[in-house]
């Protein structure tokens, strides 16, 4: 191979930036795509938010969420969450989730798993719409006037479908095993990643480490990569999921989210974890 | 048999609600309808897929959250286990909220996937621990996913049965009804009525619900739990502490 050959193939320098400089491209407001407790939470970069102080997040969870969500919603950083779920999982309900529900501090735009899997793949394709099966007759359809039944073009006549519209995040933002040299970041087989990351605008993602290397040398490293070319910038956040657990690479701390459930079911112990495991929050420059 | 545990019962009911399938799947923080699949698999003379969500080694999806729910769409699973804060009397479920929605005066985690699942799943088994008229309503508050569809509107599947701490009950989708099909050792068909908030049908004669055998139960505390062990650490400490 011509010495050149992959470097003219691919990116030219790629390098981590600091997870705060990560953050900072966060704009207060932005539409911010999350992955559920299974693919990945960018604990890390959610604290970075915090002691931030972003402001009016419109959170998508994809499809639910757990801690992540509850502590962006009790830092105040969120005005709307759109959600299949947002729980504790077996240590039982999301603590500020449901204060904040039930306050109207936050807007909840209910969903359902799939509704929100099918509006990413609709702008991974940059069309409108697709369509999906069942879930008609929930009250969601009621409530979901940007739901829309039609009935099915390709059809005889009589069979209403649901159509669910684009969901377009401004920014996917999760945690990874790794990155390569070339900017490049390995996902193994948790796909959402890929699909969050092709529906959204700007992709900023955090990893454990940095893998010296292409994943595209190794065939075994590209079936679970996602290409460079979606990915704005990457930041090296050690543990960055944790407590939440990482595919591959650790378990979630347990004792510490049954902590967790129990503190901040009050405010003030919300308040005292947040000191504590988060840290001050920067005054406004 | 005063050593069987409530957990085993149930898991044990839950799976001779299964019925001869290829592929059974289950949802979150599902630990007893977890145990009720691997039962079944382990019993079945042919091959059974179980794929557990919350579980690594069970949950062989390589092509993202999305797979579950294309994978249900096709066809290609047979079973799935519903839970619901509320159930009412024709089998809708509510995982959202009590109250005028969006007024809630109590808000729960969400619908997750419930309103598709109920759908495209050719068997729906609906499993609520707690019987009493406060979980099992005349009507929900807010239909998450509904029990039964109009003429016209596809459906593959749907809720076939409700099992609870207290009872077993079939439901009939052309009439939206629930039978009661039997009673857990301990209850009584006027006591499990007395703690139903809806109407259902009442047999002349109402069964026990079977308790699970020796080769049952020695399935479920030796290598059912070690698997469960796994994925509900909590739940396999709690129903099944390893002795010290």
């Known amino acids: ?285 | 048999m005063t050593d069987v545990k409530p957990e085993e019962l149930l898991a044990a009911t839950l799976a001779a609600q299964i019925p001869d399938v290829r592929h059974i799947a289950v949802g979150a923080a599902s630990p007893i309808p977890a145990a009720a699949a691997l039962l079944h698999q382990m019993r079945a003379k042919d091959r059974v897929h179980v794929t557990i969500l919350h579980s690594r080694r069970y949950n062989s999806f390589t092509d993202g959250g999305r797979e579950l729910f294309d994978a249900a769409a096709q066809g290609r699973i047979d079973v799935f286990f519903l839970g619901g804060v509320q159930i009412d009397g024709e089998a809708n479920i509510n995982l959202v909220g009590l109250g005028t929605y969006p007024d809630l005066t109590q808000r729960f985690p969400g619908s997750f996937g419930a309103p598709y699942m109920s759908f495209v799943v050719p068997n729906v088994i609906l499993f609520r621990e707690e019987h009493s008229p406060r979980t099992l309503v005349p009507k929900v508050d807010f239909v998450t996913a509904p029990g039964w569809s109009p003429d016209g509107v596809w459906r593959r599947g749907g809720p076939k049965a409700l099992v609870t701490g207290r009872a077993v009950l079939a439901f009939d989708a052309t009439r939206r009804r629930f039978r009661l099909a039997s009673v857990h050792p301990g209850e009584t068909a006027e006591g499990v009525r007395d703690a139903t908030g809806f109407v259902f049908d009442m047999p002349d004669v109402v069964p026990t619900t079977p308790v699970p055998d020796a080769a049952t139960l020695g399935l479920l505390r030796g290598p059912i739990v070690a698997k469960l062990r796994e994925f509900y650490p909590d739940f396999a400490d709690r129903v099944f502490p390893v002795p010290a």
């Open chain 1, 1 to 285: 191979m011509h010495p050149f050959a992959r470097l003219s193939c691919c990116m030219s320098s790629f390098a981590p930036i600091s997870l705060d400089d990560l953050v900072a491209q966060i704009a207060d407001g932005s539409l911010l795509a999350v992955p559920a407790d299974y693919s990945g939470a960018p604990m890390a970069a959610t604290r970075a938010l915090i002691r931030r102080g972003a402001k009016n997040l419109r959170l998508v969870t994809v499809p639910q969420s757990t801690l992540q969500a509850d502590l962006l919603i009790g830092a105040g950083c969120v005005v709307e969450i759109e959600t299949a779920a947002v729980t504790l999982g077996e240590f039982g309900i999301a603590p500020c989730f449901t204060r904040a529900a039930l306050a109207k501090t936050i807007k909840v735009v209910d969903a359902t798993c799939p509704a929100i899997h099918a509006g990413l793949q609709a702008s991974e394709k940059d069309v409108p719409f697709l369509p999906l099966r069942g879930i008609l007759g929930s009250d969601l359809v009621k409530h979901r006037t940007d739901w829309k039944t039609v009935d099915n073009p390709m059809g005889a006549g009589g069979d209403p479908i649901l159509l669910i519209p684009a969901i377009r995040p401004d920014v996917a933002l999760f945690h990874a095993p790794m990155a390569d040299r070339e900017g490049n970041v390995w996902i193994g087989r948790r796909r959402e990643l890929a699909t969050i990351a092709h529906a959204s605008k700007t992709t900023l993602v955090t990893v454990e480490r940095m893998h010296d290397g292409s994943f595209f040398d190794d065939e075994r490293l590209a079936a679970g990569a996602l290409p460079a070319f979606y990915i704005q910038a990457v930041a090296v956040a050690e543990k960055g999921a944790a407590p939440v657990g990482l595919f591959g690479e650790y378990e979630p701390d347990l004792a510490h989210l049954r902590a967790y459930a129990r503190e901040a079911r009050t405010e003030a112990g919300f308040a005292a974890y947040l000191a504590r495991e988060v840290g001050a929050v920067k005054a406004a420059a």
